[in-house]
């Protein structure tokens, strides 16, 4: 049996080994890292400021904002080091803690999606009663119960992660440590973690994507239904907006994690990676500024 050396260092692969290419990166990843803390903490000074935004549609709105600025801080400042160094070595124990975050505010961010297709279903199927279905203790209590959950769904994943060993050179082929690239190099037996991983994409993935989208249905249902035009248009802008980055954030997932793995589709993997990790919490605020008439006027306002 061979001996089988511990490694306490990883490598990244990063986007690129161009060292030409590593200062336009730098610049341009800096650059959407900014707008994108900018357009989240405006849209949270907004709300936080304007009694006109201070409902339970808005306050999950700041809420989702703070978990964008939380979930690009996970992986841009690690690549814009990487950028600046070209060196791309992490420490085993950075990596775990890495995909805590990295889990941690995924997890969170699809929950709160959840959240929010709940709360847009009572406004527009029970508006009679939508004060008293969604106060501010259940809004409180909501947003309170989901990031404890996803606090302590990546905790069972370091755990595991904890009693593996790493003895392989392989690169990981990611700019950020990634749960699956991470088990690839592992010397030791990964089956309960990908049993773990498999499981928990089927019944808790399954489970949140049914609670995102299955409101949906009784929601579109019911604007069909609704006689008024301008109602209508009103419902439908107030959902297309979630909507739309529901199917950003999940469609670039799903085809991330489950198109195979082949080495040819690497190159198309960073990218698509970048599109969920870097761009989608910059588009975010841009979506709901852009298509909410009433975040529009409250900017102007506050211009």
């Not at 900018?38 to 304007?50: F, P, Q």
């Not at 690009?72 to 775990?96: E, W």
């Not at 990031?147 to 690169?171: A, D, E, G, I």
Request: with cysteine; glycine share 4%.
């Amino acid at each position: 049996m061979k001996n089988q050396t511990t490694l306490y260092m990883l490598v990244l692969s990063g986007l690129s080994d161009l060292p030409s290419l590593q200062l336009p990166l730098f610049l341009g990843f800096l650059l959407v890292y900014l707008m994108t803390l900018t357009g989240n903490l405006l849209i949270v000074l907004l709300i936080c400021t304007d009694s006109h935004l201070q409902t339970p549609m808005y306050f999950f709105l700041g809420t989702l904002a703070c978990l964008d600025m939380g979930y690009s801080s996970v992986t841009i400042p690690r690549m814009l080091f990487d950028f600046h160094t070209q060196k791309r070595f992490i420490s085993i124990q950075a990596c775990i803690t890495q995909i805590f975050f990295f889990v941690f505010f995924a997890m969170s961010e699809i929950s709160l999606l959840a959240v929010m297709s709940y709360d847009r279903y009572v406004a527009i199927c029970r508006p009679l009663h939508y004060i008293q279905i969604m106060h501010w203790k259940t809004c409180v209590l909501l947003v309170l119960g989901m990031l404890s959950f996803s606090t302590l769904y990546p905790l069972v994943h370091v755990l595991l992660l904890l009693r593996l060993k790493f003895c392989r050179l392989n690169p990981l082929q990611s700019f950020f440590c990634d749960l699956p690239q991470l088990l690839l190099v592992s010397c030791s037996d990964t089956f309960i973690n990908v049993l773990l991983i498999i499981i928990s994409a089927i019944l808790l993935g399954g489970g949140i994507f049914a609670l995102t989208f299955c409101p949906y249905i009784i929601i579109l249902n019911t604007i069909m239904k609704m006689q008024s035009k301008a109602m209508r248009s009103k419902a439908f802008s107030t959902c297309s907006s979630h909507l739309t980055v529901v199917f950003i954030f999940y469609g670039t997932s799903l085809f991330s994690y489950f198109h195979p793995n082949a080495k040819d589709n690497l190159a198309v993997d960073k990218v698509v990676s970048v599109f969920y990790t870097v761009l989608t919490p910059l588009v975010n605020p841009l979506i709901y500024s852009l298509r909410n008439k009433i975040m529009k006027i409250s900017l102007k306002r506050a211009v």
